[in-house]
């Protein structure tokens, strides 16, 4: 376990590099100026200058390159020419919003997957596995977007039933005060229950809406894994055996088939972090999706080279707790790495 660990961090490291080498470099091939992109058109030549100047944009790329790995890992993160605030205060405001909403929505994808997916492959059967087929197609096809709009039409306007597209808490709740910036992590560490199921009311339709496509891709990978693994040759000696059906999936089936369902999920956290910008707009979820769209357009470098290492980050740490949750279910991919 500890090979395996230390080999996929070894990884991590790299892919994190080429994060911040892929970020700097995307955005200074860019067309545009970002000084004159600040001041604006009427700006004259030399304040544009002074300002590259501060900007430091004057500088060798690779000193360039330097200054933003270094600044980066002792925690100055820039400042936002386009908003005049610091980066680190503008993201610490708006990444935990984003982060809740992809972890929910994440949660959503994970559990409603496999929970059909089980029931599907164990209990064969018109209802059991045709229901978890259509939803699948579902969730693939429809644009989450478009979900979304529909959701809030049906389940705001129409039933009543869930909050309007007002933010993570309604207008005059506080919202908690804690050490994650996640409200319902932090409602629940004050022991404010109430507060807690308010944020969680907000989260719902979000995060089913920015889940939706996930949960299609997860469905349909676990079922058909199921399936395969069911037909294996092991399965059909241990029923021949005398083992019972419900023996046999937990113990054989499920263990075998969940494994390439563990590595994708991974896979699906870091684009749930990346991704949910359309899905913040539909419901004016105060997230960094519209910061960091902001500063695409502004060739804002600091804050979407930052939103980029930490979505980075945090995606590099959820492929390697899967990767090593998938090692301690399966002793053979711990085996295969030290080899």
Do not use: C
Not at 109 to 128: E, P
Not at 192 to 200: H, S, V, Y
């Amino acid at each position: 376990m500890i090979r395996i660990a230390a080999s996929r961090l070894a990884t991590s490291l790299i892919a994190l590099l080429g994060a911040a080498l892929f970020a700097f470099i995307a955005l200074r091939v860019a067309p545009g100026d970002a000084a004159r992109l600040v001041l604006g058109p009427f700006a004259t030549d030399e304040a544009v200058q002074a300002l590259r100047v501060k900007m430091g944009l004057d500088d060798p790329l690779p000193v360039q390159f330097w200054h933003y790995l270094t600044s980066f890992v002792s925690g100055d993160w820039g400042w936002s020419y386009s908003l005049g605030q610091s980066v680190r205060d503008l993201l610490g405001e708006r990444f935990p919003a984003t982060l809740e909403l992809g972890l929910y929505a994440f949660l959503f994808a994970l559990v409603a997957a496999v929970s059909l997916a089980v029931i599907g492959a164990f209990r064969r059967g018109l209802l059991s596995d045709g229901v978890p087929r259509a939803l699948s197609v579902f969730a693939l096809a429809v644009p989450q977007f478009w979900f979304g709009i529909v959701a809030l039409i049906i389940g705001f306007e129409m039933l009543g039933l869930f909050p309007g597209p007002s933010g993570r808490l309604p207008p005059g709740v506080t919202a908690p005060a804690g050490p994650t910036g996640l409200y319902t992590i932090d409602a629940l560490l004050a022991g404010d229950l109430a507060t807690f199921a308010t944020a969680l009311h907000y989260l719902a339709l979000p995060a089913i809406t920015l889940g939706l496509l996930p949960f299609g891709f997860l469905l349909r990978l676990l079922r058909a894994n199921l399936l395969d693994v069911a037909g294996e040759p092991f399965v059909l000696v241990a029923r021949a055996q005398g083992q019972s059906h419900f023996r046999v999936f937990l113990r054989y089936v499920l263990p075998n088939a969940i494994i390439p369902t563990l590595m994708a999920s991974g896979l699906i956290l870091g684009q749930l972090l990346a991704g949910s910008v359309l899905v913040e707009r539909v419901f004016n979820w105060p997230g960094a999706g519209s910061l960091v769209t902001q500063g695409l357009l502004q060739q804002d470098y600091s804050v979407v080279q930052t939103f980029i290492l930490l979505s980075a980050f945090i995606y590099i740490l959820a492929n390697l707790f899967v990767d090593l949750l998938a090692a301690a279910i399966d002793p053979r991919i711990a085996r295969g790495a030290g080899q």
